[in-house]
């Protein structure tokens, strides 16, 4: 049985609806979600996404569903800001929020007496090191023989303001971050957590880390990925087992990067990048086209 029903939070829905939760058209999950649509070239994805039971959207756009009976349904003028908003009042309901447990920690863990971990919601596994001016923020777990350098937090809050009118405000986030087993993230980097609190952040088992790396909001990343320093990967992006992140990437959000591709120094990656295969540049292409390119004088 849904926990939520329409009618719990819009006085006159054009039809009443439930839903267990709620996420953008993307989001990977089996429950069922409200979600919103502001523009008809979502409605392809719509139509075979078999999860989604309630809709945030527009009279003009809601002409052209093609199924319209099979969800609950709000008219609004801008369905993204309610979305988010309807988040953001969620964030202070039990029933969508995780649940309080008190932090546990493994065997064997050498813990700076100068970092911080919540008191709330963190698992720590066995033989896990974390240095000096470490912060570990609620809804983070930790593996086994995973290491945490000095002045990187974890589980802090993305990057995700919305605007209404000419003001502006932060979309709480609810989720969580998984680290794997012998990880290794090294000095000054940001972790942050996913927006919606049945999502993660993910960073893989083996997976080292550089100084200096910002993973954005809800970002997967596999096992044993390699990442030299001052990486910036945006929110949602995910990073398949084996990639190489070269210093100084930039990875747009939303992102696929392949099982083993290589993102080469420097590269501002804004389209999806395949298995095995290689990018270098700004904007960044596939690595043999853009040495042609280079030994021609066109770049």
């Known amino acids: ?84 908003k309807l988040h953001n009042l969620l964030s202070k309901n039990s029933m969508y929020v995780r649940k309080k447990f008190k932090t546990i920690v493994g065997d064997n863990c050498s813990i700076s007496p100068l970092s911080y971990i919540s008191k709330d919601n963190v698992k720590i596994g066995n033989n896990v090191i974390i240095e000096e001016f470490v912060s570990i923020k609620e809804n983070v777990s930790i593996e086994d023989n995973t290491i945490i350098r000095a002045g ?33 993230i090294q000095y000054n980097c940001a972790i942050d957590k996913a927006v919606f609190p049945w999502d993660n952040t993910i960073i893989g088992n083996y997976t080292k880390m550089d100084n200096l790396i910002h993973i954005g909001h809800a970002v997967k990343i596999g096992n044993n990925v390699m990442m030299p320093a001052l990486s910036v990967i945006g929110g949602r992006v995910e990073i398949k087992d084996n990639a190489w992140v070269g210093i100084g990437s930039v990875v747009r959000n939303g992102l696929i990067i392949g099982e083993n591709a290589r993102i080469n120094m420097g590269a501002v990656v804004t389209k999806d990048v395949n298995d095995n295969e290689a990018v ?11 040495i042609k390119r280079l030994k021609r004088g066109e770049m």
Do not use: W
């Open 1 to 84: 049985m849904e926990k939520f029903k329409l009618s719990d939070f819009f006085e006159t829905p054009f039809k009443d609806g439930n839903f267990n939760t709620i996420g953008i058209l993307d989001s990977k999950i089996e429950d069922s979600i409200l979600t919103f649509i502001d523009n008809e070239k979502y409605l392809e994805k719509l139509s075979i996404k078999k999860n989604v039971t309630c809709l945030l959207i527009t009279k003009d756009i809601y002409k052209h569903i093609s199924n319209p009976n099979e969800y609950g349904i709000v008219f609004v003028d801008n369905p993204r800001n309610v979305f988010f």
């Open 152 to 184: 990187t937090v974890i589980g802090g809050c993305g990057f995700e303001f919305k605007k209404d009118g000419n003001t502006q405000y932060q979309v709480e986030h609810l989720g969580g971050i998984k680290i794997g087993h012998d990880v290794e």
């Open 280 to 290: 270098t540049g700004n904007f960044a292409i596939e690595h043999t086209k853009f």
